[in-house]
């Protein structure tokens, strides 16, 4: 099946800090979506983004499905970014493959 | 903005005992999916279920778990006899149409087994 891998596994900022997150993914997708896991579990849908860029305030992502890597951007970083960020994929059918996320910690 | 919703937030159960988590998908949306988290890890894939019947299921989806939409609104996933290690956070989900469309998850149901 589909290999999803994500990097960093951990990273911590200081308040107003920029960062990238990857996520390489093994085989063709049609469906790339990010989430970000709050302190209380809740899967905040981020992005769909199977291919192209797109952004929503602070947050930008940008799939290049050819060379099978997502990348999302978190700009000018604040503590409520907190949390997880998962990257998931699906191919043909419809469950979706999590990678084991990144842990954002955002310092004050 | 629709959203999925799910019953209970937190279920308490001792081992051995049924459960049944409860999810009410969003309203013109035609797949179902259940997912669970165990503390720590990864989301992990359960079932999926289309035109009232399971399109896919994962290997931990044995034969203590079941799926059903018992109306047109609900759509449920039981455990019959839970064990330790069923405890994890449940997540249900949904989209339009298959994997060309977005998932929506609930806030998830968290079940703790004692």
């Known amino acids: 099946g589909i290999q999803v891998e994500q990097s960093p596994p951990d990273l911590i900022l200081q308040e107003g800090a920029n960062s990238t997150l990857r996520c390489n993914f093994s085989?063709?997708?049609?469906?790339l979506q990010w989430f970000h896991q709050n302190p209380w579990g809740q899967l905040i849908n981020l992005f769909y983004?199977?291919?192209g860029t797109k952004q929503n305030g602070r947050l930008s992502a940008t799939t290049v499905a050819t060379e099978r890597y997502s990348l999302l951007y978190i700009s000018s970083s604040q503590t409520t970014d907190s949390g997880v960020y998962f990257c998931?994929?699906?191919?043909?059918?419809?469950?979706?493959?999590f990678g084991q996320g990144t842990t954002l910690q955002v310092k004050p | 903005e629709p959203e999925v919703t799910q019953t209970p937030s937190h279920q308490v159960t001792q081992m051995g005992q049924e459960v049944i988590l409860r999810c009410v998908p969003i309203?013109?949306?035609?797949?179902f999916y259940w997912y669970r988290q165990i503390l720590g890890q990864k989301v992990e894939f359960l079932v999926s279920f289309y035109n009232n019947e399971i399109s896919e299921k994962s290997e931990i989806f044995d034969d203590q778990f079941s799926v059903e939409r018992p109306d047109g609104s609900n759509f449920t996933l039981k455990i019959r006899s839970t064990k330790l290690e069923d405890s994890a956070m449940y997540f249900c989900?949904?989209?339009?149409?298959?994997?060309?469309?977005?998932?929506?998850f609930g806030d998830g149901t968290r079940l703790s087994i004692l």
């Open positions: 989900a949904s989209s339009h149409r298959g994997s060309n469309q977005p998932q929506h």
């Open positions: 998931a994929v699906t191919r043909n059918t419809g469950k979706l493959i």
């Open positions: 085989d063709s997708v049609n469906n």
């Open positions: 983004i199977p291919s």
């Open positions: 309203s013109n949306h035609l797949y």
